[in-house]
């Protein structure tokens, strides 16, 4: 009914419309044409000139409006280096079109409504003339060399890279579908090589683990940066073009699938700088409609978008980006965890599953002769005791996990300082299953530790070893934890 | 209106003229009972006239600009009005829009992405390429030129159907299940190359590329002929200096037409290869879907420069035929000569010629290495000045004319305007280091749609209303109604468009299903919705315009006289109702340029007169 009512509105305006239009043809042909012909003539250069002179207030009454949303102006002034010469740049630019749009316009319109039509009107009889198009091809060709000369400089600072040797912050964005992984390089600065078949679920980007750089390599939900530290972003892309887009820094730069890209930058006000800045401006001071109790310049933040069209989740593709000042930075990135050792590592991700990296052995030889010197220093027999934390066996079985050896040696190493120590290795279950069984397990783990350490040259005087079964536990057995606790190998020192 | 000839002889000066000093060629020996258009369809559907394919092009143009545009308004209401429900127009869009409990419907995002998509390769190439140059070179080249037809009636025909079978592969896509593609009409690969990617790079996508490569097919055979006829078969007399501007127009813009559509159809063909067979000239190391790809080493960055190679020249094969039309109109209703007709056309030339060494410009940001887009900036920006001699040229037609305002000139006018503001913005964008800031914004969207949207639309109508006599048989379309559509789209066009710039400015990226996500651009709610209002009440005025368009054609007032608007070119000189052939006896024959007007004080001289003794040619005076 409605679609019905709709067609036959629409009908109704059409033969309207086609009155309307028959009518003024009646008009004509009764009050002659030529005399129609120049009424319209006044009417239309008229409306010609009304239109102009509107149009031109509109624009520079709607430029003022808005001026504070308009690069270089007010609020909207660009947070980084670069980008103050870009603004400027085009500021100039606005300067030099603004001038001839106007002229032009004015010309065009006003010259439509001076030479309208008359009957004893004559035209003039002027197909050109040299002077005049030599001026007008001259003119636009200063401007425009002014224009290319100063736009390349510009242009070309600002995408230079950095300098070998120069000192930069440089941190990694990859578009993806849709959202961006944000990659720190950690302490060495550097960051790690990828490989995009080695993309997973747990491995966003691919990175090679084998490759040392990775290791320390931070994953973060926000970029953080320095004020007036130089920025060198690398970007790339996952899947399909992506483009980084920053625009209170002037950033932008497409993210290539296969092809890194980069952008350097330096951001020269902070956050907070930029907020206080904002604070001045009428149309920040109003409350933000998603979190009422505060201004829009209070929730103000710089972000980061994409503006190449990647699909349908294209125009969600946020992430905060927040710049403070040097020291808040080192804090912040002192505070960040390495992707790897919170993720991968000991994972089947890891490739160094089965073995520890140099600083984990380092820690853990440390905390063992830490232990060790208790022990030594301790008067109680009891206390002569040092679980093996590290050494652990296969479920059920009296094999060595691999990462065991670590701890054995440390072991080794000890019975190598103290030439007249001597030691019990003992080795004790939790209370499932079988008694028995369990007295036999713990012996025959015993025994394997036993093995290992009289392998590596430690005469077999210096120790013994035996199997508790779950005779001595030390603490319950009726928890999860507690039995854990209670399944242990360890050592007694029985003479110095 | 005026008219030096009397208009109540049996015969025309003109006629009088081309029987003195025309070229006799024997047609109608030849052409007896026209056995080429004996029937319905010969005449009407599968016709090889000119005049009749230069109609067939531009009814096609239209049905596709009514689509183009209602999707444009599609998305606009998204943009405008994204809490409004659009549950009212589930019946023709079904699932594509999804209706909550609460009755609500939401457009989906894949949809209008594919919106987007579909109204910028509608209107870029079906309506502007083909209504816009299809029409009115093959309507004006052999009426212009003093030809009977074009150089291949036969493959002028082809030319039109091969446009229309794009066309309707194309409208087929839009009634797949997993939709029409949607991956923005420049379809960057991978976006475009991978099903995994998005749902219109499936099916839709095939279909896309099948209907383009159709359509660079009708381009080529129109474009060929359109320069062999030019080059061959000028009347004598004829020379190239002679040429209306239009001609010179439709002429660059046929040989620009040649020489870059292939390169988009060779990039097409290795994007197929892409997608079907396992290549990998576009992609490289993607991981998508859960899955790493097998492809590696190739570049998305190459289908860029391919693409653009065509696709920059494509906005000049949009605008030259509308400058072309613009400096005809404007000089035959000024009575005046257009200014520097030479400069006109060298601007033209350096235009072309330009046009094919800036197309890095859409790419400053892609990626390509920094230092190359110093060269592309330069001669980016060197096309300001033959763009700017072109504009002056405009308005010093104007200056000293006796101005007839009807809606053809108007449209003229407003293409000035339109070109000059659009032109402008260009500047900005052309120059690398501000294009890091507005690419890929509402800036770049504002710039193109008023120098390659609206001022070709622009161009378009003035062409429309100035040469409808020509093309439906001596009817005029309604002046009133015509007026009232030139103004309303104007202030409208400017309403929709200007504002844009200030979104721009501030940062807002184009091709945004919604804005609220970010702080940064969720602020300007209420220009939105302006837009959107003033998109809608546009378009409903360019409804006005085809509603007196179809009326017009059985109703519109009849032409009385065979020249109404005192013009000096050949097209005039045929009869009113102009059959196949163009001129019922001889060819006329030229005798001067096409732009005498106000000269020696005659109000204008048909290119059919002799020169009088002492009488200097051409623009010499």
Known sequence: MTALLAIICVVLLAVIAVQVGKVTELAGKIRGEEEVQEQTNRMNGSIGMIFMIVFLVATVVSAFYYRNWMLGYGPHEAASEHGMSLDYLFNVTLFFTGIVFIITQILLFYFAWKYQGKKDRKALFMPHDNKLEIIWTIIPAIVMTFLVVGGLDVWNETMADVEPGEEVIEFEATGYQFAWALRYPGPDGKLGTRDYTKINGINALGQVWTD????????????????GKKVRVRIIARDVLHNFYLPHFRVKMDAVPGMPTYFVFTPTKTTEEYREELSKYPEYQAPDINEPEKMLWETFNYELACAELCGKGHFSMRRLVRVVEEDEYEVWLNGQKSFYLSSIRGTDEDPYKDELLDFEIKERKAAFNSAVNKARAAVEDSLRIIRLENVNFETGSSTLTPLSRYELDNVV??????????????????????AEANQALSESRAK??????VARDIATDRLNFAGYGQDRPVDTNDTDAGRASNRRTEFKILTQ | MASNVAITAPQTQEDLLIEEFGYDDH?????????????????????????????????????WAIIGGLMSLVFRLQLGFPEESMAWLKPILGKWITVNEAGIGTLAPEFYYALVTMHGTIIVFFVLTAGLSGTFSNLLIPLQIGARDMASPLLNMFSYWFFFLAGVVMFASLFLNTGPFAGGWTAYPPLSALPQASSGSGAGMTLWTVSLVLFVVSVLLGGINYVTT???????????????????????????????????????????????????????????????????????????????FLGHPEVYIIILPAMGIVSEVLSVHARKPIFGYKAMVYSILAIAFLSFIVWAHHMFMSGVNPFISNFFVIFTLIIAVPSAVKVFNWIATLYGGNIRFNSANLFAIGFVSMFISGGLTGIFLGNSAIDIQLHDTYFVVAHFHIVMGIAAFFGMYAGVYHWFPKMF????????????????????????????????????????????????????????????????????????????????????????????????TLEWTTPINVGHGNWPGKIPTVQRWPYDYGKDGKEFVTQVTPLTEKEKAEGAH
Not at chain 2, 44 to 53: A, E, G, P, R, T
Not at chain 2, 260 to 285: H, N
Not at chain 2, 288 to 305: F, T, W
Not at chain 2, 547 to 568: A, L, V
Request: glycine share 8%.
């Open chain 1, 212 to 227: 040392e750089k990775n290791m320390d390599d931070l994953m973060v939900d926000e970029i953080v940066l320095p004020k």
């Open chain 2, 473 to 568: 048989a001596g009817r005029f379309m309604n002046e009133t109604l015509g007026k009232i559509h030139f103004w309303g789209t104007l202030i409208g066009a400017y309403a929709i468009f200007w504002p844009m710039h200030y979104l721009g400015m501030a940062g807002v990226p184009r091709r945004y299903y919604s804005f609220d996500i970010f702080d940064t651009f969720r602020h300007f709610g209420t220009m939105n919705k302006f837009i959107t209002i003033a998109a809608i009440i546009v378009f409903a005025l360019q409804m006005l315009m085809v509603i007196n368009f179809f009326y017009s054609i059985w109703r519109g007032k009849k032409m009385t006289t065979q020249n109404p608007y005192g013009s000096s």
């Open chain 2, 230 to 308: 030019v080059l061959n078969l000028r009347t004598k007399g004829m020379t190239m200096w002679r040429l209306p501007l239009t001609i010179w127009a439709f002429f660059v813009t046929a040989i620009i037409g040649i020489l870059s559509f292939p390169v988009l159809a060779s990039g097409f063909f290795l994007l197929m290869c892409d997608r079907g067979l396992g290549t990998s000239f576009f992609l490289s190391e993607i991981f998508i879907g859960g899955q790493a790809l097998d492809h590696v080493g190739g570049s998305p960055v190459l289908y860029q420069h391919l693409f653009w």
């Open chain 1, 448 to 453: 394997i530790v036993y093995d290992y350490i």
């Open chain 2, 27 to 63: 047609f109608h020996d030849h052409h007896h009972g026209d056995k080429y258009q004996s029937n319905f369809v010969t005449t009407y559907i599968f016709s090889q006239d000119h005049k009749m394919i230069a109609k067939q092009f531009l009814i096609t143009g239209m049905f």
């Open chain 1, 413 to 434: 190493d000890m019975l190598n300082q103290y030439s007249n120590m001597t030691i019990e290795v003992a080795g004790h279950t939790d209370n499932t299953g079988d």
